[in-house]
């Protein structure tokens, strides 16, 4: 909601200033939002009259004049066709920034001839697109004014963010009527006494019953002999200045009390009309040509304004562009209804119409001003454009529903914290238009109708009187403290802090995805797969609750690609849900990478992103959780949303504690997702718990005095041999001494038979009690090769 301060005066009489006006409204619930000074930018800019005019020795299209500012005569080079003598424009002196060039001006020589400042067009400062001279202002303008104030740019503009229950304040005369309320000045009551028509409008008006409902009221009225020239300056300046645009008088008018008063009202060519006028329900395949320059097809049930013609506009929403007005419109008719808001909302989103009418209608305009409303604009009309005024055509009746509560002034101290005299609220409620009855029996006036009940009330008391006099007070102590974070809750926030630092982004995404997705990760082989599904959806995508976090996951590293994103690293720590049961749901720490492992670099060898980092972004979240990941089996059972050959789980004998791999193709391709996502989910509830310590005081580290030592070997072993099973022979012989087993490189070729492999490793080995001799290593070296050959038949490569 925008207004310039001068219109927010018109209905206000006060002397506050522009920043008090901005703190008060924000205070008492309508936040400023932003407030823009155009005089600011044209700060500097001053009327200037020409006083000497010839032609530039070296330019025929430039003139040299000089220019009277009121404090002093300059030289000025200036190239606009229609500088002349005695001419008097706007001029930026030396030292001034031009909005429209971007630029600021400082002394300048042009082809010879120094030039100080410049006489501006609307182009350069940002008034229009015009710049094919200069500004021409009247030959009375008082040379060296600032050129803001000649231009009626001197008029700040304030913008307030409105909640929904505050339609009253879609007007200029509600937010008046709450500043006055703050103290902030006086509200000005505007003259609402009846226009006396002088003759019966040869256009009647009706409400057919299916409609009155959703138009309680029609009040119209025809005003003969008017001229639907251009609106006064005034008004073009005060629609211009809040970003609507002058059309003509007539519109200029309906638009003006749209803002000022938060009452639309329509204006039709009366000429144009055929027969009378009369609102009933439309019926599907009407149509109606707007003013919004679109074509719609009406169905069943909209508010339809018609004559005998048939639908001339929407009620509330927008009108038709055969019965518009025109600037040859000499007869004009009147329209200012009552819509219901439920009505009206439901055609604006049928339609995809916005529309300053329909934002008011939907949020609830005073009924109480309907013939109000009407006789204003009469008035306004009769003064901008002559005429003459018929008698008023009245269908159905503006009641207000009466709101009552019966309210105890003790809830201020109750439910707000501030103690505050009766005759403190009752002043405050009166003057918001509140009818306070000596029993406390609240009556809310007929424009707020979103009081409901008695903490509105003492919202409204206080908001008014300020929300920063409630005093503070400490909270009482309580030594009902949360409990500490679980053991696992404790693990889980180290874990985001690990993914965190291997490149991932954190995300949180909805707990719901389609049946559709779900089914493909695993939805259809549950049970409990129809009571996992939602019975009222916020979406028709968003029906089930979700199997996995993979899916969800995976969209999102899908929209990132398809921004040019491509790689992409996503994590999540959630609930998936595999029953409503409380163990069906089912802790989660997910993530997924595509694209490059890292980006290009002189530094490093450029690769995409592959099965092992993912595997190590599983084993990296199961370590930060407890789990021994040296003691991890390796199994190729991953569900079937993995490809098989490039996935695994990650067990701890029956139990899974992770699953990883590339996900399956077919599923990408059902998913719409055409790059190669990598995915792993790990289940922290299934790594075993630590045994619980007899004391509080950690364990004391045991760290060997000895330096560690490092043995290479490489085995010749099957080719269909999982590494692992290598990896955890050599570990069995001898768990006490190495500390960790590690390969470094995997050769078929030359030298090695077909059916083989050879694999390097690195082992390291730590001693506790002495330092380690040939002896020692040798024997190792026999107990690592023996084992090797016993456990997956393997033989230590020459």
């Known amino acids: 909601m925008k207004f310039t301060l001068s219109w927010l005066k018109e209905y206000l009489d006060t002397d ?37 005019c010839g032609p530039h020795p070296d330019a025929d299209k430039l003139q040299v004049t000089t ?64 710049h094919k001279g200069i500004i021409v202002l009247p030959a009375d303008t008082k040379t060296g004014t600032p050129a803001a104030e000649v231009l009626g740019l001197d008029d700040p503009v304030i913008e307030i963010a409105l909640t929904p229950n505050r339609g009253d304040c879609a007007g200029i005369y509600g937010i008046a009527r709450d500043l006055a309320a703050a103290g902030l000045g006086t509200l000005k009551t505007p003259d609402t006494s009846p226009v006396n028509g002088s003759f019966d409008s040869a256009v009647t008006v009706s409400i057919k019953d299916d409609a009155k409902t959703a138009c309680p009221c029609f009040i119209g ?18 629609l211009t200045a809040i970003g609507l645009r002058p059309i003509s008088a007539l519109v200029d008018i309906t638009n003006f009390f749209t803002i000022a008063f938060a009452r639309p009202l329509h204006v039709y060519d009366a000429d144009k009309l055929q027969g009378n006028i009369h609102v009933r329900l439309s019926k599907q395949g009407e149509e109606i040509d707007a003013l919004d320059d679109k074509h719609y097809e009406l169905s069943d049930g909209m508010t339809a304004i018609c004559d005998d013609s048939g639908v001339l506009g929407l009620g509330g929403i927008v009108g038709g562009e055969p019965s518009s007005v025109s600037e040859t419109t000499e007869n004009v008719y009147l329209e200012c209804a009552l819509f219901d808001p439920v009505a009206i909302a439901a055609t604006g ?30 008035k306004m009309i009769l003064e901008l454009c002559g005429g003459e005024a018929s008698k008023t055509c009245i269908a159905g009746a503006a009641k207000a529903p009466e709101k009552t509560v019966q309210y105890d002034p003790a809830l201020c101290s109750k439910l707000g914290g501030l103690d505050l005299p009766e005759a403190r609220q009752t002043e405050i409620l009166e003057t918001l238009g509140f009818d306070v009855a000596k029993d406390w029996t609240v009556t809310a006036p007929s424009w707020r109708p979103d009081i409901d009940g008695k903490a509105d009330i003492v919202e409204e008391v206080l908001r008014i009187h300020g929300y920063d006099n409630i005093e503070d007070v400490a909270l009482e102590a309580n030594d009902n403290l949360p409990p500490p974070l679980s053991l696992l809750q404790k693990k889980l926030s180290v874990t985001r802090r690990i993914l965190a630092g291997r490149g991932l982004s954190e995300t949180v995404t909805w707990a719901f995805m389609s049946s559709k997705t779900a089914d493909l990760f695993g939805a259809d082989l549950h049970q409990n797969k129809a009571a996992l599904t939602l019975s009222n959806p916020i979406s028709s995508e968003l029906d089930m609750m979700r199997p996995s976090l993979l899916p969800n996951l995976i969209d999102g590293a899908a929209r990132n690609i398809a921004r040019g994103h491509a790689d992409v690293g996503l994590f999540e720590v959630a609930n998936a849900y595999i029953s409503t049961a409380k ?57 079937d949303w993995y490809h098989p050959g490039r996935s695994a789980c990650l067990r701890l004998g029956p139990n899974v504690l992770a699953q990883f791999g590339e996900i399956h193709p077919a599923v990408l391709d059902d998913m719409n997702t055409g790059a190669r996502v990598y995915g792993f989910e790990v289940f922290p509830e299934n790594v075993p718990q630590p045994k619980k310590q007899s004391g509080t005081a950690r364990e004391p580290l045991n760290a060997s005095p000895f330096q560690p030592a490092y043995r290479d070997f490489a085995f010749l072993v099957d080719d269909a041999l999982p590494a692992e099973k290598l990896i955890r022979a050599i570990r069995n012989a001898d768990k006490d001494l190495i500390a960790a087993v590690d390969i470094f490189d995997i050769y078929k070729g030359k030298g090695v038979p077909e059916d083989k492999k050879s694999v390097a490793l690195y082992v390291t080995l730590q001693p506790r009690d002495a330092t380690l001799t040939d002896a020692d290593f040798k024997a190792f070296t026999d107990k690592v090769v023996a084992n090797v050959e016993k456990q997956t038949g393997g033989t230590l490569r020459g």
């Open 16 to 52: 506050a200033s522009l920043d008090r006006i901005a703190e008060t409204l924000t205070s008492i619930g309508l936040e400023v939002e932003g407030i823009t000074d155009p005089a600011k930018d044209l700060d500097g800019f001053i009327v200037g009259e020409v006083v000497e």
């Open 67 to 130: 220019v009277d500012t009121g404090t002093e005569k300059l030289q000025v080079v200036c190239g606009a066709p229609n500088c002349r003598l005695g001419l008097k424009g706007v001029f930026a002196p030396s030292g001034s920034y031009v909005p429209g060039l971007d630029i600021t001006l400082g002394k300048a020589k042009i082809r010879g001839v120094e030039s100080n400042g410049m006489l501006c067009s609307e182009k350069e400062l940002c008034l229009s697109d015009e």
């Open 221 to 238: 009225r025809t005003i003969k002999g008017v001229k639907n020239a251009e609106s006064p300056a005034w008004l073009q300046q005060r």
């Open 349 to 378: 989103r049928a339609l995809q119409v916005d529309s300053d009418a329909r934002y008011r209608f939907e949020r609830g305009v005073d009924p109480a001003f309907v013939e109000a409303g009407a006789e204003l604009a009469t």
């Open 583 to 639: 163990a069906g749901h089912v802790m989660t720490v997910a993530g997924v990478r595509t694209g490059d492992a890292a980006p290009r670099h002189w530094s490093s060898v450029h690769r995409p992103t592959d099965v092992y980092d993912i595997k190590a972004d599983a084993l990296a979240a199961l370590a930060a959780c407890g789990a021994p990941v040296d003691k991890l089996q390796l199994t190729e059972d991953a569900p």
